[in-house]
């Protein structure tokens, strides 16, 4: 017995390193929370990394999608950009006065590099609804889980799978004018021109990397919604108390000058009696 574990003993002692010693990959931890209550929120990312990718020059790319109902302020993002507290793509025009109804999704990229924790806070805005002559009185929109993406600079091709758990075995693109990630099509089968790649193929070796998300608030906001019957009466309401508020308004312009002038005409009275 003592004769077979000294051995067993001796096969572990010369076994290289590596074998002995192996990592599983693992997988980064996502925090998300919705701040706040209301039409203006914060949406706040918690990102976790494992301390294997820190010396591996590495970048990561959050790809979040926002419903219809949401919007971000682009002067507000630009603020945020120039004092260094965010960094990302963002679409260049997004407009804040259309209600949901006439309103597209769209993505945004949400940079950084891996760490213990970094934390990441995007400023959201919902946006109205139109009247509605159902009875629902509110509309419920929820913000989606974003996708991770990483590049790492110091490591070769596929050798991220060594540390991440990888959700895809392609190799992506990021386009930053369409702000979305493209697979890498193979040159000699793409159909499209190497002018019109070129852009696109400048930013590779992203990796769509799996990821434990923790949900620490709900990412559902319930948002109200105008009763469209109620339309006529208020708008009738509204002209009549408007009408009497601007007569009120004439009349007691009119009556402040007249006392005035009373109390002026009392005293020349008072002062030719005195005389």
């Not at 002692?13 to 192996?22: A, E, Q, V």
């Not at 990302?88 to 945004?108: L, M």
């Amino acid at each position: 017995m003592i004769p077979a574990a000294i051995y067993t003993f001796s096969l572990l002692l010369l076994l290289p390193k590596g074998l002995r010693c192996s990592q599983s990959p693992t997988k980064p931890i996502v925090g998300l929370q919705l701040s706040d209550s209301g039409m203006h929120r914060d949406l706040i990312y918690t990102v976790q990394f494992t301390n294997a990718l820190y010396d591996k020059s590495c970048n990561y790319v959050l790809e979040q999608l926002l419903p219809a109902g949401v919007y971000i302020s682009v002067d507000q993002i630009g603020d945020l950009k120039r004092l260094k507290k965010l960094n990302g793509i963002f679409p260049e025009f997004v407009d804040i006065e259309a209600p949901t109804e006439k309103s597209k999704s769209f993505t945004i990229m949400l940079n950084g590099v891996p760490q213990s924790t970094d934390a990441i806070k995007l400023p959201i805005h919902y946006r109205y609804h139109a009247p509605s002559k159902k009875q629902n009185k509110f509309a419920t929109v929820e913000i989606p889980i974003p996708k991770l993406y990483i590049k790492c600079k110091t490591l070769e091709d596929n050798s991220i799978e060594e540390f991440l758990e990888t959700a895809s075995k392609y190799n992506y693109c990021l386009n930053e004018r369409s702000i979305s990630f493209e697979t890498k099509i193979n040159e000699n089968n793409s159909n499209s021109s190497p002018k019109s790649n070129l852009a696109v193929y400048d930013n590779c070796d992203w990796y769509l990397v799996d990821v434990h998300f923790q949900l620490k608030t709900d990412l559902r906001a319930d948002i109200p919604i105008g009763n469209e019957k109620a339309f006529p009466p208020i708008l009738y309401a509204t002209i009549i108390i408007s009408w009497i508020i601007s007569l009120y308004t004439v009349f007691r312009t009119h009556a402040i000058p007249r006392r005035i002038n009373y109390k002026l005409e009392e005293q020349r009275v008072l002062q030719n009696k005195m005389k």
